[in-house]
């Protein structure tokens, strides 16, 4: 009776799993084929795959130079986001006045979409001389709130002896940061990687925005761009957007395990 | 051997990188921009002096960009193609014109060999 009911909740998680992992087959499927995604009736296996597609995204548009800004820009944006958020998140494990407005604010500056604060933030970046620069296409998302609070979570479940003990051996709150509790929170550097790398990644109005040089576009620019070049061309549509969601994909599967505890634990302790 | 060297976060770029590198190796050796083959009749006889064309793609186009006469052996080559998305299509004199082949590249320029002859649909007199 158990062995059925464990097969059957099996069964079931495996549907769910083949229904949530259709749309990226089929994209898949279409990238190696040259067939329309809305053909019918729909074939589930591919007819004739072929790489050449890809062949075509890389030569057809500078793929490479927009990969190679999306890749700077992304590592900006995790380098300074471990950084910032690490800092922030250890202040907010202090006690001092105002903490809980600061906290009131972090969590209230949540609830205000990016679209809303664009045109101040285009402004701050354009007074900055950021424009159309690396540094400007990071510059919205060089810390997060939702990180900070992954960190602030992972700080407070490290026992405040070992801090404490540190302190006595005489180490500066750098140092306690860098030594003790950074290497003791893997799970939140490591949420903090796949986050910051995938919301960069996928940018979009941002760098559309303040990028004025081609050559300065990222990926999902580059996307826009070849749709707009291009007719008929599903295959290789797909293509592209496979390149695209590779990277993001890798880094997810590099980080999964230390992604979900470090979600976890902010989700417990936060 | 280190700790840090056996991290998954060390090994699997490595491994990325030493695979790109290797493919930009074979690229480098490949990419001489030699495209060559052979025409031939309905019969397989090769068709001396025959015109053949090498167009290029460019996005939802081809355009021609060589052309080059075969050999008494019905042999033609074309050098210093730098295109990754060719068409090849052959003419001569009272055989009209081939079927035009659509030849798909790894890399631009890279050196390719037809496996399969430019045929015409007739015969040499």
């Known amino acids: ?270 | 051997m280190p700790h840090w060297s056996k991290s998954r976060w060390v090994i699997v770029p490595l491994i990325i990188a030493v695979v790109v590198l290797a493919w930009n190796g074979y690229v480098a050796l490949h990419a001489g921009g030699d495209v060559e083959g052979r025409v031939v009749d309905a019969a397989g006889r090769p068709v001396p002096d025959a015109t053949v064309i090498l167009l290029e793609r460019h996005f939802v186009m081809h355009n021609e960009r060589q052309r080059t006469h075969t050999n008494s052996s019905g042999y033609f080559r074309f050098s210093g193609n730098d295109n990754h998305s060719l068409q090849l299509e052959a003419e001569a004199t009272g055989l009209g014109r081939s079927e035009r082949r659509v030849v798909r590249l790894w890399f631009r320029a890279q050196n390719v060999r037809l496996s399969e002859p430019l045929q015409f649909a007739g015969r040499l007199p």
């Open chain 1, 1 to 270: 009776m158990q062995r059925r009911r464990t097969f059957l909740r099996h069964s079931a998680l495996l549907g769910i799993c083949a229904g949530m992992l259709l749309p990226f087959y089929w994209v898949l499927k279409t990238a190696v084929t040259n067939e329309n995604i809305y053909a019918y009736p729909p074939r589930l296996l591919p007819t004739s795959p072929h790489l050449f597609n890809f062949v075509d995204v890389w030569y057809f548009i500078p793929f490479p130079r927009y990969l190679l800004n999306s890749l700077i820009v992304s590592a900006l944006v995790v380098v300074c986001n471990i950084g910032f958020n690490a800092m922030a998140g250890y202040a907010l494990t202090k006690s001092f006045p105002a903490k809980r407005a600061v906290l009131l604010v972090f969590l209230s500056c949540m609830l205000i979409p990016f679209q809303a604060t664009i045109i101040p933030a285009y402004l701050i970046t354009s007074k900055l001389g950021l424009l159309n620069s690396y540094f400007g296409l990071a510059l919205p998302l060089l810390s997060t709130i939702v990180c900070i609070f992954v960190f602030k979570a992972a700080f407070e479940a490290v026992p405040q002896s070992l801090v404490d003990a540190a302190r006595i051996d005489g180490l500066t709150e750098w140092r306690i940061i860098l030594r003790i509790l950074l290497p003791l929170s893997k799970a939140a550097i490591a949420t903090n990687v796949v986050l910051a790398f995938i919301w960069s990644w996928n940018a979009f109005l941002w760098p559309l925005i303040i990028t004025r040089d081609p050559t300065m576009q990222t990926l999902p620019l580059g996307l826009a761009r070849f749709l707009s070049y291009l007719e008929d061309t599903t295959g290789a549509l797909y293509a592209f957007a496979v390149m695209v969601l590779a990277p993001s994909i890798f880094v997810f599967l590099m980080a999964q395990k230390e992604f979900i505890r470090g979600l976890t634990s902010g989700a417990t302790k936060g």
